[in-house]
């Protein structure tokens, strides 16, 4: 314990100072202090380590009693957020004088500070390209750990854990590491599988969009059959005030009727001169080079690794191969047919027979056509591909 106050505080000195957040420390006379809200589960002692004044997290028998009951509860395969929110929300427990909800236990959940942090929490971190400022020794399967939003890292660290910074931590972690990564795995292929949801209700699925926040709309059907769009933002956690009550036939209608317009005017896709040039297959090269990359530091991670993360490892290869596989594709996809008459013959025809065409067809047609639909409450703005 010694040891890891005393690393812990020359960390503080000669790197914490340089590279963390000022939202985690601030400038005081008597050096870097703590400060914030400490995580639940944890209260803040006043500590003197290697002359430097700061605080240290200790635990908070009661709400840490919460926290383990939460990793119990999320650790269950068929245990959701709801689930947990609804079974706090009944018995009256409050987090911070509020009633949980799905963004707090996201947050708490994936926290690194609750883990009793040991080799196979390094390798996990290792292989998601997160920089590990502590050495492997200090994993040592008792304290927990600090993640420091990135300098550079242009995601939020607990969404995309590339380019942050790991610390290991004073104090002492709530959870097993082998039950915190089974909660982190389980966030991941959640994320993961309603990513790749098929779209069933409307054929403007993943390019209608809400044109206050730019999160994704919603096909939503109600009790007298109909359906209406919702901001997907706003179904979460209301934080974005919506597009209104904009009925999903209706929005279906006005894109039918600019895309006979578009090709009424005659307009056709400028062709690309050379394939290598189109930004989307920059961006697909780019993203194949990162899929590469997280692959080698995977199978580095593999060694010595514990059951629950080398299934993790293997699972995840497996996915990026898949993801691989797509990108592959899509690029052959590109490389054939990308604005190609033959195209635009097919897209002619199939909004010249649109009645008569099957889902996917109107689901190409509208891919070949626009880039992008924003709906504001009574308008709606078309980016087109041309």
Same mark, same amino acid.
């Given at each position: ?11 503080? !000195? ?60 999320? @650790? ?9 929110? !609804? ?11 509020? @009633?949980?909800?799905? +963004? ?26 997160? *920089?590990?400022?502590? +050495?492997?020794?200090?994993?040592? #399967? ?7 939003? #990135? ?8 969404? *995309? ?14 959870? +097993? +590491? $082998?039950?915190?990564? *089974? ?17 069933? *209700? ?27 769009? !919702? ?12 597009? #209104? ?43 194949? @080079? ?16 514990? $059951? ?79």
């Amino acid at each position: 314990m010694l040891n890891i106050c005393i690393v812990f505080a020359q960390l503080e !000195r000669e790197t914490i100072q340089k590279r963390v957040s000022d939202a985690y420390y601030s400038r005081s006379q008597k050096g870097f202090r703590m400060g914030g809200k400490p995580p639940y589960g944890y209260r803040l002692e006043e500590i003197l380590m290697e002359g430097i004044h700061t605080k240290k997290l200790v635990e908070e028998p009661g709400e840490a009693a919460i926290v383990r009951e939460i990793f119990d509860m999320y @650790e269950q395969p068929d245990t959701s957020y709801g689930d947990i929110t !609804r079974y706090y929300a009944e018995k009256g427990v409050q987090f911070y004088g509020k @009633e949980l909800i799905r +963004s707090m236990l996201a947050q708490l959940l994936r926290n690194p500070v609750y883990v009793r942090a040991d080799m196979d929490v390094y390798r996990f971190f290792r292989s998601h390209g997160t *920089n590990i400022v502590s +050495s492997p020794e200090q994993f040592d #399967g008792i304290h927990g750990c600090y993640l420091y939003q #990135g300098r550079d890292a242009q995601t939020d660290k607990l969404q *995309n854990l590339k380019g942050h910074m790991l610390v290991v931590a004073p104090h002492e972690g709530l959870v +097993s +590491s $082998e039950q915190w990564l *089974n909660c982190r795995i389980k966030l991941m292929r959640n994320k993961t599988i309603q990513a790749n949801r098929k779209a069933v *209700n409307t054929w403007l699925a993943g390019k209608v969009k809400c044109g206050n926040c730019g999160y994704a709309l919603m096909s939503i059907k109600i009790q007298s059959g109909k359906q209406y769009l !919702r901001c997907t933002k706003r179904l979460n956690n209301k934080a974005c005030p919506g597009c #209104g009550k904009v009925y999903t036939e209706d929005v279906e209608n006005y894109v039918y009727k600019e895309m006979v317009r578009k090709l009424r005017e005659g307009q056709s896709p400028a062709a690309y001169t050379k394939l290598n040039e189109n930004p989307q297959v920059k961006q697909i090269y780019r993203e194949i @080079e990162e899929m590469e990359k997280e692959i080698s530091l995977l199978v580095d991670s593999l060694a010595g690794a514990g $059951e629950t993360l080398t299934d993790y490892i293997n699972q995840r290869v497996e996915e990026i191969d898949q993801m691989h596989q797509l990108k592959l594709e899509k690029l052959s996809v590109l490389a054939e047919n990308h604005a190609t008459p033959e195209q635009m013959e097919k897209v002619a025809s199939n909004i010249s027979l649109w009645e008569e065409i099957d889902f996917e067809e109107k689901r190409f047609t509208v891919d070949k056509m626009i880039r992008s639909l924003k709906v504001f409450p009574g308008s709606v703005q078309i980016q087109w591909k041309f």
